[in-house]
């Protein structure tokens, strides 16, 4: 039964992606969906209950508009260093503990962070530690931090 709700919820996602409901797209994204779920381990499967998915996509959606409003504030921290006349930048690789539980949590951090501006994260070590790089460290590494609990808190709602 779950693996037939991942494979109606990938038939969706395809058919919004290719915003085409011609017969064919439609046979496509059937074949393609199925295969792509047979693939997959079944044993990584998890049920999520009924009752977690209100809080589950409120934090999804606090998520997004955290990721968002990062992208946008470190887009402008960099056009400003970028066109400042002196670059006062303090370049280095601080090392931000992700906390997370899970891998998946620990790869969407990750992943939001390289999405910002200025920032990189160029390895994550088995403790889950993420090694990011920044165009100015010492003030980075105290707003990263900040940010990352933000994102833990989330990240452990979505994913529990």
Not at 28 to 34: A, I, N, S
Not at 107 to 121: N, Y
Request: glycine share 4%; with cysteine.
């Amino acid at each position: 039964m779950v693996r037939v709700r991942v494979m109606v919820t990938l038939l969706l996602v395809y058919l919004a992606l290719t915003a085409s409901l011609a017969p064919l797209n439609i046979v496509v994204g059937v074949l393609v969906c199925t295969a792509v779920t047979f693939l997959l381990p079944g044993q990584h499967y998890r049920q999520m209950s009924w009752r977690s998915w209100p809080s589950a996509n409120l934090a999804f959606g606090r998520y997004i508009i955290m990721l968002v409003k990062d992208l946008v504030v470190s887009g402008i921290q960099v056009a400003r260093i970028v066109l400042s006349p002196r670059m006062s930048i303090r370049p280095g690789i601080i090392a931000i503990p992700s906390q997370t539980s899970s891998d998946l949590a620990t790869a969407f951090s990750a992943h939001a962070i390289t999405l910002t501006p200025g920032e990189l994260v160029v390895e994550i070590d088995a403790d889950g530690i993420m090694y990011t790089h920044c165009l100015d460290a010492p003030h980075a590494a105290i707003t990263l931090a900040e940010a990352q609990e933000k994102r833990r808190l989330l990240l452990e709602k979505i994913f529990s």
